[in-house]
């Protein structure tokens, strides 16, 4: 097996470490500092359109999706390596890639899914970074983890026969239902919401009620109602988490995303990728957790002797550097396996990575966080924040015991 990168994620990889050392890690404080200035914390600071311009400009840009016509055309395998770059700043550099969370996984929906009308609207600003987006499918009122739950109604008014594309058929859906958690909403620049929720809500087959619709934000009757905390962050940076309430909102019929009751399989081709490119950032995170860890620990001294030669504190860098080491394996097997046999094929390796890794990111986060002291659970150094971040992903997207489930019933199937 050769585990070498080849040439082109070399080359890569060589120019977007120079570009986060040149402009996105000088760029943070900056970031903050812009921020703080802003008319409204939910802006953009200016240093992320600059930061956005110079990744175009040096083609760092688009890295995520597959496709050479829309986007940088890497396979998973090549992407793995840069969006781990990304996430040792995964307040800044995903942006401005144009790689962040949920933009990717709605642009991925969009290519898969839209018609060509669809993608001139939407696709495309979103390519060139002009807009954001959000995906709106978790609710408060029900268990989301369980998709079939959601209650959010999408109802025809007038037009064709129910089950064909909604972009033939005429006539208008309305929307009612109400969601939260929807990340990235909170930016003005979020010009468009892909929603789920349920075209047959007495459909035989439970799987075939949802189908996805894309709500522009303007559209009367969206209610971007408040920003949801992350153990107290805003998340800013990430354009929030909202509530959002969708009150008798209309929208043509050909606003539907591939067919009537197709909404359960797109969720579920989006996430495949998401999952892996969260991982993927995860890694990246604790790269720069063990960076800081060594940093403090041979910067700082208590009872006669830097805190680095404390074996403890040698246990916590050693262990967060064999798991980073193993989670990073299994990472890339992933990617390779979804690129070689394809999601499907990759499904136990995608939710094994899904698992692992927050969990073990939020247990070397802790390590870095108490190796800092109260510095740690500071605002002075990004720990806390990061810890806050990891700690979410073992939610979003599906949490843990969901895909513990699925895949213990897929292992013990065999031998039923
Ligand atoms: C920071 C953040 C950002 C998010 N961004 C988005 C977004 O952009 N769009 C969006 O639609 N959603 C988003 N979400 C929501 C996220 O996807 C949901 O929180 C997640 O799917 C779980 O749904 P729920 O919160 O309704 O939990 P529930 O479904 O109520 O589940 C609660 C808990 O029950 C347990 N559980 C559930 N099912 C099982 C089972 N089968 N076996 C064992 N235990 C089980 C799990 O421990 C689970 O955590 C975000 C969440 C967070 C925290």
Request: glycine share 8%; net charge negative; aromatic share 6%.
């Amino acid at each position: 097996m050769d585990f070498a990168f080849d040439a082109r994620t070399e080359e890569l990889r060589s120019r977007l470490l120079a570009f986060m050392d040149e402009h996105v890690y000088p760029a943070e404080q900056v970031a903050e500092e812009q921020r703080a200035r802003l008319a409204s914390p939910w802006d953009t600071p200016a240093v992320v359109g600059e930061l956005k311009a110079e990744a175009r400009r040096q083609g760092l840009w688009n890295l995520f999706l597959p496709d050479a016509e829309y986007g940088a055309g890497l396979t998973n395998l090549q992407y793995a390596p840069l969006a781990e770059i990304t996430g040792r700043s995964p307040h800044l550099a995903p942006t401005a890639t144009n790689c962040a969370a949920p933009d990717t996984g709605n642009m991925e929906v969009l290519f898969q899914f839209a018609t060509e009308a669809q993608k001139k609207q939407w696709l495309e600003p979103l390519l060139a970074g002009e807009i954001r987006s959000a995906f709106a499918m978790t609710e408060p009122d029900v268990a989301s983890s369980d998709a079939t739950n959601i209650e959010t109604r999408i109802a025809r008014d007038g037009g064709g026969t129910s089950r064909s594309s909604g972009a033939e058929s005429g006539g208008d859906y309305v929307i009612n239902g109400r969601k939260w958690y929807i990340s990235g909403a909170m930016n003005p620049d979020c010009a468009v919401f892909i929603v789920m929720g349920k075209t047959d809500p007495d459909g035989e087959d439970i799987r075939r009620q949802q189908s996805m619709i894309l709500v522009p934000r303007d559209t009367p009757g969206v209610e971007v109602r408040r920003a949801m905390q992350v153990y107290g962050y805003e998340d800013h940076s990430h354009g929030g988490h909202a509530e959002v309430v969708f009150h008798d909102v209309r929208v043509p019929a050909s606003n539907l995303i591939g067919e009537e009751g197709g909404g359960f399989a797109i969720a579920q081709a989006r996430l495949g990728p998401g999952r892996i490119h969260h991982c993927m950032r995860l890694i990246g995170m604790a790269e720069r957790a063990i960076e800081l860890m060594c940093r403090r620990a041979v910067a700082r001294t208590a009872f006669g002797k830097p805190l680095a030669a404390q074996g403890v504190v040698q246990n916590w860098i050693a262990d967060a550097r064999v798991t980073v080491e193993q989670l990073r394996l299994l990472v890339l097997k992933t990617a390779w396996l979804m690129d070689t046999v394809g999601n499907k094929g990759a499904h136990t390796e995608i939710q094994a990575i899904k698992i692992a890794t927050p969990r073990a990111v939020v247990d070397i986060l802790d390590s870095a966080v108490q190796l800092y002291g109260a510095g740690g659970v500071s605002q002075d150094f990004p720990l806390a924040e990061l810890w806050a971040s990891a700690r979410t992903l073992r939610l979003a997207d599906g949490p843990d015991e969901v895909h513990q489930r699925s895949l213990a019933r897929r292992e013990i199937k065999r031998y039923v």
